[in-house]
C-alpha cells in the first residue's frame, strides 16, 4: 500500500536526520497533514500506527476528527481566525500551531478561560520577512513576548515556521536554523522552556530535522499529490 511504504520511507528518514544530527532516536514527531485527503487515507495511515494528524483548515478538520478513533491527536497547522476560536477549543485540538498575532492569542486565552482549559499553541514566526505572510517578525515576536507570556490560559510550547518555498531541501537550512535561533534566545529570556519546535514539510523534513525541529508536518509525501480542486 502506498501510503503504509510512504509512511515507513519518512519514519527511517527521520531516524537517519537524528543519527546525523547526534539527536536521540525518536526526539521527532511525524505529523501527518491530512488536508484534502479522505478519512479513508487516514485510516491507513493509522492502520499503520499513526496517531499524529494535522489540518489546515477548522471547519475540514471538524467533520474528520470524530470519524477517527478517538486515540488520534489532531493539530491545527492553518491559520485561525478569531471569530473561530471558540469552535477551535470546543473541538480539543492538542496543539494550535500557527498562533500569528497577539490579537490572536488574547483571544484564545479569554476563550479557553471561559471553557476552563489551557490552550496549548506554537507561536508562527515570519521567518523570511515576506510582507504577505502570516506569523511574528522575530523583532515583533520579541516585542510582544512579555504580553504573550502573561496570557493565563494559553501555553506557549514552542515556534513554528512555513519559510517560502525553496528550489532544494538545503534552501530551507537558513530558515529552520533562524527559527533555532529565535527558540534559544526566547528560552534565554525565560521563563517557557519552549520544547517545541514545528519545521519541515515534505520536501525539506529531513533538513529540519537536522536544525533541530521536534515536530515535521509531512503531507504529499505521505497521501500522494493533493487535489484541491475536488
Ligand atoms: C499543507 C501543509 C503542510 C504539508 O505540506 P506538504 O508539502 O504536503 O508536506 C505543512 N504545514 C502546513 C502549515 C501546511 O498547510
Same mark, same amino acid.
Request: aromatic share 6%.
Given at each position: 500500500?502506498y501510503?503504509? =511504504?510512504?509512511l515507513?520511507?519518512? +519514519?527511517?528518514?527521520? &531516524?537517519?536526520?537524528?543519527? +546525523?544530527?547526534?539527536?536521540? $532516536?525518536?526526539s521527532v514527531?511525524? @505529523?501527518?497533514?491530512?488536508?484534502?485527503?479522505?478519512?479513508s487515507?487516514?485510516?491507513?495511515?493509522?492502520?499503520d #500506527?499513526?496517531?499524529? /494528524?494535522?489540518?489546515n &483548515?477548522?471547519?475540514e478538520?471538524?467533520?474528520?476528527?470524530?470519524?477517527?478513533?478517538? =486515540?488520534?491527536?489532531?493539530?491545527?497547522i492553518?491559520?485561525?481566525?478569531?471569530?473561530?476560536?471558540?469552535?477551535?477549543?470546543?473541538?480539543g /485540538? %492538542?496543539l494550535?500551531? %500557527?498562533?500569528?498575532?497577539?490579537?490572536?492569542?488574547? $483571544?484564545?486565552?479569554?476563550? %479557553? #478561560?471561559?471553557?476552563?482549559?489551557v490552550a &496549548?499553541?506554537?507561536?508562527?514566526?515570519?521567518?523570511?520577512?515576506?510582507e504577505?505572510?502570516?506569523? /511574528?517578525?522575530?523583532?515583533?515576536?520579541?516585542?510582544a513576548? =512579555?504580553?504573550?507570556v502573561?496570557?493565563p490560559?494559553?501555553?506557549? $510550547?514552542?515556534?513554528?515556521c512555513?519559510?517560502?518555498?525553496?528550489?532544494?531541501?538545503?534552501?530551507? &537550512?537558513?530558515?529552520?536554523?533562524?527559527?533555532?535561533? @529565535?527558540?534559544e534566545a526566547? +528560552?534565554?529570556? #525565560?521563563?517557557?522552556?519552549l520544547?517545541?519546535?514545528?519545521?519541515?514539510?515534505?520536501? =525539506?523534513? *529531513?533538513? $529540519?530535522?537536522?536544525? #533541530? *525541529?521536534?515536530?515535521v508536518?509531512?503531507?504529499s509525501?505521505? /497521501?500522494?499529490? +493533493?487535489?484541491?480542486?475536488?
Amino acid at each position: 500500500m502506498y501510503i503504509e =511504504d510512504q509512511l515507513g520511507e519518512i +519514519r527511517a528518514a527521520i &531516524r537517519a536526520a537524528e543519527a +546525523r544530527a547526534g539527536r536521540p $532516536a525518536g526526539s521527532v514527531a511525524l @505529523l501527518a497533514v491530512s488536508k484534502t485527503f479522505p478519512v479513508s487515507d487516514i485510516m491507513h495511515a493509522y492502520d499503520d #500506527g499513526q496517531r499524529l /494528524f494535522g489540518e489546515n &483548515r477548522l471547519q475540514e478538520a471538524i467533520e474528520k476528527m470524530p470519524q477517527m478513533p478517538q =486515540d488520534c491527536e489532531w493539530h491545527l497547522i492553518g491559520p485561525l481566525q478569531r471569530n473561530k476560536v471558540r469552535k477551535a477549543l470546543e473541538r480539543g /485540538f %492538542a496543539l494550535i500551531e %500557527a498562533v500569528d498575532s497577539v490579537k490572536l492569542a488574547e $483571544a484564545i486565552s479569554r476563550i %479557553a #478561560g471561559e471553557l476552563g482549559v489551557v490552550a &496549548r499553541v506554537l507561536l508562527e514566526v515570519n521567518v523570511d520577512g515576506e510582507e504577505s505572510k502570516h506569523g /511574528f517578525t522575530p523583532e515583533g515576536l520579541q516585542a510582544a513576548w =512579555d504580553a504573550l507570556v502573561a496570557l493565563p490560559h494559553m501555553e506557549i $510550547a514552542g515556534l513554528m515556521c512555513i519559510p517560502a518555498p525553496t528550489e532544494t531541501p538545503e534552501g530551507a &537550512r537558513p530558515a529552520f536554523a533562524c527559527l533555532r535561533g @529565535l527558540a534559544e534566545a526566547l +528560552r534565554a529570556r #525565560g521563563p517557557l522552556p519552549l520544547p517545541e519546535l514545528s519545521m519541515g514539510m515534505s520536501h =525539506d523534513y *529531513a533538513v $529540519a530535522v537536522e536544525e #533541530g *525541529a521536534t515536530i515535521v508536518r509531512v503531507g504529499s509525501a505521505i /497521501f500522494g499529490k +493533493r487535489n484541491y480542486t475536488s
